[in-house]
């Protein structure tokens, strides 16, 4: 695709508010277009897929995988960007695709049901990657709320909609920090293994995964599960370390790092993230779980060393401070991603030639691209605690009579009961069947022994 095949937006992929921020300016034509490299035979029940949070980081390269394919290969796939553009978002991530026939966007909030069910029903959807999250691990050591009402409420407000939609698959994309820390001498984690977060994005992560999996068990919903090591690449929001780095280094200033410098991570270009999403969606098994795993481990500190080079800065010492660290930060990650390469996935691109395609692209496009980014390229996040009732009750959309159900079980659940012989309170009704020895409240299930 080439800039004069682009011809502006559709009426509906016209947001309903767009902030200056958000990319609402010409840039977009001047950047180059990635994508994955997969081929697929199109899957015969797989017609309109909706991407959440598709105007973030790395979804816009699976829009124009999938929409290429479908260009040149026929495939009939149509794409919905579903997004609220909050303030990791920009148009600018998707604007080269309104121009295709097969491409929408839907401006909304996937905790808000309506907004859903709406997307859904407007474009009959029968397929859902999940990726909308709040996922900056500073971000939730601050204002943890957010994350869970986004991550896991907002997760649940999806698989209930895509439950009444009879949804045909549903990709829910999840993260290796779900499985925890893992030591040096240990072997890399398989998909069984035992999920162990220690920060409360993880833990965000982790909970979202139990309720896809319990509407897995419960009502046969077509779930699959992604859990990705990091991703890296050109678009993405620069509150992450390479491209926060780079725009740092860009500008001259030195790079900060959280204690040691010496935790690793494993990263993945988001080219290869990309066709390991279109190798799940096309060669996956309803109900399984995948890890993406990468070869190219390597330290902060080392990380740094690679960046200045890229700067071709090699006084390392003037260039790298230290902070405090987080309150707790894993030392590693490690998965075994075998399952899927048993499927025909591969990484592709080696790190250094990842980096330098981002740090190339950073600087030249990424503080036009993003605008004003001073407030996130300090060495933590300024976070604004938010409150936890009104915050809830704002992103649940919890009407009157839901309130007033809520109240009365709350009520109910905290009433004296009649106290038996063996010291045990016994239930009044059905509705609010519940009984509690040694003041724990136990549930019907636990009583009965289920």
């Known amino acids: 695709m080439t800039d004069s095949d682009s011809q502006g937006p559709k009426p509906d992929a016209v947001p309903k508010f767009v902030p200056e921020r958000l990319g609402a300016t010409e840039l977009w034509k001047e950047a180059p277009i990635f994508m994955g490299t997969t081929k697929f035979d199109p899957l015969p029940d797989v017609g309109t897929i909706m991407i959440t949070g598709g105007a973030g980081f790395m979804y816009d390269l699976y829009f124009s995988t999938l ?7 026929e495939l009939e796939y149509r794409i919905v960007c579903f997004d609220k553009l909050d303030y990791c978002a920009t148009l600018n991530n998707h604007r080269i695709l309104d121009a295709y026939a097969n491409f929408s966007f839907f401006q909304g909030d996937i905790a808000n049901p309506a907004d859903v069910t709406e ?29 869970t009402a986004t991550n896991v409420y907002g997760t649940h407000v999806m698989l209930e909609c895509a439950k009444a939609a009879a949804i045909r698959r549903f990709v829910h994309i999840s993260t290796d920090e779900v499985y925890g820390e893992v030591d040096e001498a240990s072997e890399d984690l398989m998909e069984s293994s035992i999920l162990a977060p220690t920060n409360p994005y993880a833990a965000s992560k982790a909970a979202a995964e139990m309720l896809v999996n ?16 990091n991703v890296y690449g050109p678009h993405q929001y620069p509150e992450k370390v390479i491209p926060k780095f780079t725009c740092l280094l860009e500008r001259g200033q030195k790079v900060v790092l959280h204690g040691d410098g010496k935790h690793t991570r494993r990263y993945l270009y988001a080219g290869d993230s990309v066709d390991a999403f279109d190798t799940i969606l ?70 250094d030639k990842g980096l330098k395609i981002t740090v190339d692209w950073y600087r030249k496009y990424g503080e036009r691209w993003w605008g004003n980014i001073d407030h996130i390229l300090g060495t933590f996040p300024v976070v604004k605690p938010l409150p936890l009732v009104p915050e809830y009750k704002l992103r649940a959309g919890l009407d009157s009579d839901l309130d007033s159900m809520l109240n009365d079980e709350r009520s109910a659940m905290q009433a004296p009961r009649p106290t038996s012989a063996n010291g045990v309170h016994k ?22 022994g289920h």
Not at 214 to 229: E, G
Not at 295 to 315: M, P, Q, R
Not at 337 to 351: A, E, V
């Open 427 to 448: 239930a009044t009704d059905d509705k609010h069947a519940a009984l509690r020895v040694n003041g724990e409240i136990l549930s019907r299930s636990t009583v009965d």
């Open 214 to 229: 319990a509407y897995w068990k419960s009502f046969k919903l077509p779930v699959m599960i992604a859990r990705s090591n």
């Open 67 to 73: 929409i290429e394919a479908a260009m040149i290969d």
């Open 119 to 147: 997307c859904l029903e407007k474009y009959q959807i029968d397929t859902i990657f999940h990726f909308a999250a709040q996922s900056h691990v500073d971000l939730s050591f601050g204002n943890s709320y957010s994350f």
């Open 282 to 351: 096309h060669k996956g098994s309803i109900g399984q779980i995948y890890n993406i795993g990468s070869a190219d481990e390597i330290s902060n500190l080392a990380l740094c060393s690679k960046l200045l080079t890229e700067f071709g800065l090699l006084e390392t010492d003037n260039w790298i401070s230290h902070s405090q660290d987080r309150p707790f930060n894993d030392r590693r990650y490690a998965v075994n991603g075998q399952k899927l390469c048993d499927l025909g996935w591969q990484q592709k691109t080696p790190f």
